[in-house]
């Protein structure tokens, strides 16, 4: 049972375009909320990161939009470029209980010239 | 990467012949994990650590054991590799400086192949 479900699978966007990739969870106990950013042969990095009593995170090109009643939370790829082209992951964390992340599913994103 | 190196990064074995990956770290962290990466889910939680000597399982910790001897070391052993272990491992720790916000710094993984 995959409690944090991540969508799409994979993602095409034109150099420029928005980029923008949906997670859903089931465990309201869940209160923090990290993006992980893969690229090929290496490992996951904490891209952008955001806790339920906020609905919006904005870190340059990258927003994070929250929204704790439907269970949701989006990443929004701003005016993306080549250089995003990696591997997206949403994950959740329950505070003070040891970092433990579950993971979503991943996003492939690729952005073409 | 600073902080986590992995060990071997590669390696091809044979079902049934035990399997270790080492993961050593220089940030002292109290926290160590191993996670394996496989298409469509995404990174699971396999066991983790948080001393030497205490570990704990995680979401899929079968045909797996860790083992934590000092604090800069955690060891995964699959005693019995099977085809279905075929993956990438990533160890991680806690991002300096920030303790219990699920903010993890993963090491450049060890490919396994069981055939």
């Known amino acids: 049972q995959q409690q944090v479900k991540q969508s799409p699978q994979s993602l095409i966007v034109q150099k420029g375009g928005i980029s923008i990739i949906n997670c859903a969870y089931e465990?309201?106990?869940?209160?923090?909320f990290p993006w992980y950013q893969q690229f090929p042969g290496k490992g996951p990095a904490l891209l952008i990161a955001?806790?339920?009593?906020?609905s919006e995170k904005k870190e340059g090109r990258f927003t994070i939009s929250f929204n704790k009643s439907a269970k949701q939370f989006s990443l929004h790829i701003m005016d993306s470029q080549p250089g995003d082209s990696a591997t997206y992951f949403c994950?959740?964390?329950?505070?003070?209980?040891?970092?433990?992340?579950?993971f979503g599913g991943g996003t492939r994103l690729m952005v073409k010239p | 990467d600073a902080g986590i190196t992995q060990s071997p990064r590669h390696k091809v074995t044979e079902t049934g012949t035990p399997v270790t990956l080492r993961c050593h770290q220089t940030e002292n962290h109290r926290y160590m994990y191993w996670y394996r990466q496989d298409p469509g889910h995404g990174l699971r939680l396999i066991h983790y650590?948080?001393?030497?000597?205490?570990?704990d399982k995680g979401e899929v910790s079968d045909g797996y054991s860790v083992s934590r001897s000092k604090t800069e070391d955690f060891l995964l052993t699959l005693e019995s590799a099977t085809s279905s272990q075929t993956s990438v491992y990533f160890c991680a720790i806690p991002t300096s400086g920030r303790a219990n916000t699920g903010e993890l710094f993963f090491g450049e993984g060890s490919r396994l192949t069981v055939l």
């Open positions: 465990n309201t106990a869940f209160d923090y």
């Open positions: 994950a959740a964390s329950i505070n003070n209980a040891g970092n433990m992340l579950t």
């Open positions: 650590s948080y001393g030497v000597k205490d570990t």
């Open positions: 955001i806790r339920p009593d906020v």
